[in-house]
């Protein structure tokens, strides 16, 4: 099978690391991981998953990105899935997600900096200097 049929069966993309997780950021606003990750990291990746022939979905685990709300919501199984949900959670091709997907990274990177995230570092001593930091900022 040729790397172009291969791809043509592909339903389900790696989109990449998360903004920012549990208080920390891990990637810059383009995606680019800042700093050596811990070794589970790789299972909060985003997915870009093919839902039918003509529909696709920006994923995290069970929950799908709601376009108007710029959040991840549950994804429930097909059967209970509202024609509202569908229309919020889906793009007509692959190209659409990923360029939603860029710019609500950016989004999402503004965000989380807003809110004091600070960059991952897997030093312990370095981690735990932020920490008391974010306490006396609180």
Same mark, same amino acid.
């Not at 376009?67 to 991840?72: I, Q, R, S």
């Given at each position: 099978?040729?790397?172009?049929? /291969? /791809?043509?069966r592909a339903t389900v993309f790696d989109a990449g690391p998360p903004v920012g997780l549990n208080g920390w950021l891990y990637c810059d606003p383009d995606g680019n991981l800042l700093k050596e990750l811990p070794s589970d990291y790789n299972q909060y990746n985003y997915t870009i998953e093919k839902r039918n022939e003509s529909a696709w979905a920006i994923c995290d685990c069970r929950r799908c990105l709601n376009t108007e709300t710029d959040d991840f919501e549950y994804e429930s199984s097909p059967s209970n899935r509202t024609e509202d949900y569908i229309s919020k959670t889906r793009f007509k091709s692959i190209e659409a997600a990923f360029e939603f997907l860029d710019g609500w990274r950016k989004r999402e990177y503004i965000r989380a900096v807003e809110c004091g995230c600070m960059p991952w570092t897997n030093d312990p001593e370095e981690r735990k200097k932020i920490i008391e930091t974010r306490k006396v900022r609180k």
């Amino acid at each position: 099978m040729t790397p172009e049929q /291969l /791809l043509a069966r592909a339903t389900v993309f790696d989109a990449g690391p998360p903004v920012g997780l549990n208080g920390w950021l891990y990637c810059d606003p383009d995606g680019n991981l800042l700093k050596e990750l811990p070794s589970d990291y790789n299972q909060y990746n985003y997915t870009i998953e093919k839902r039918n022939e003509s529909a696709w979905a920006i994923c995290d685990c069970r929950r799908c990105l709601n376009t108007e709300t710029d959040d991840f919501e549950y994804e429930s199984s097909p059967s209970n899935r509202t024609e509202d949900y569908i229309s919020k959670t889906r793009f007509k091709s692959i190209e659409a997600a990923f360029e939603f997907l860029d710019g609500w990274r950016k989004r999402e990177y503004i965000r989380a900096v807003e809110c004091g995230c600070m960059p991952w570092t897997n030093d312990p001593e370095e981690r735990k200097k932020i920490i008391e930091t974010r306490k006396v900022r609180k």
